[in-house]
């Protein structure tokens, strides 16, 4: 059976953060852009758009983007995080992108950006390697002593 080096593991750890930064900075900034807006100019541009309730939409759009990406970014409660920044970007192909075509031909409106990021956020939500703030708390300490049990029973074969 294959069992993966301690030097695979670690690169597969630093991909994993290397991501969730990447990932996790294109949330603060879109974040951010609404916050800038504010909420009255957020929520008028989502009323244009259809989303009901665009004044509570448009917070709770501001907190799970900018909340979400800083938490992508330093790997804390990412499960959580990883979910809500999904459930937020099929909630804005389901306001914003339903109808456009995955790639736009000539630059116009499409939806790889949502479906790119939710994807992501989900994935690094749920395998964001062990360089991350949620592997020092409690919840994060069981699974790391599993990692290094099975380390060192690989390392006993």
């Known amino acids: 059976m294959f069992a993966p080096t301690t030097t695979m ?15 996790g900075i294109v949330f603060i900034v879109h974040g951010w852009q609404k916050i800038s807006g504010g909420v009255a100019g ?26 979400g990406g800083i938490a992508l970014v330093i790997g804390a409660l990412l499960p959580v995080a990883g979910v809500l920044l999904a459930a937020q970007m099929a909630a804005a192909y389901t306001v914003a992108h339903v109808g456009q075509p995955l790639v736009s031909a000539d630059g116009g409106p499409a939806f790889e950006l949502v479906l790119v990021l939710g994807a992501a956020a989900l994935a690094l939500g749920f395998n964001g390697g062990r360089y991350a703030v949620d592997r020092l708390l409690p919840w994060g300490r069981p699974r790391a002593a599993q990692e290094a049990d099975a380390a060192a029973g690989s390392a006993a074969r």
């Open 9 to 23: 593991r670690r690169a597969a750890d630093a991909t994993a953060l290397i991501a969730r930064i990447a990932v």
């Open 42 to 67: 957020t929520a008028e541009g989502f009323g244009a758009m259809g989303v009901p309730m665009p004044a509570a939409a448009a917070a709770l759009a501001m907190v799970i983007e900018f909340g």
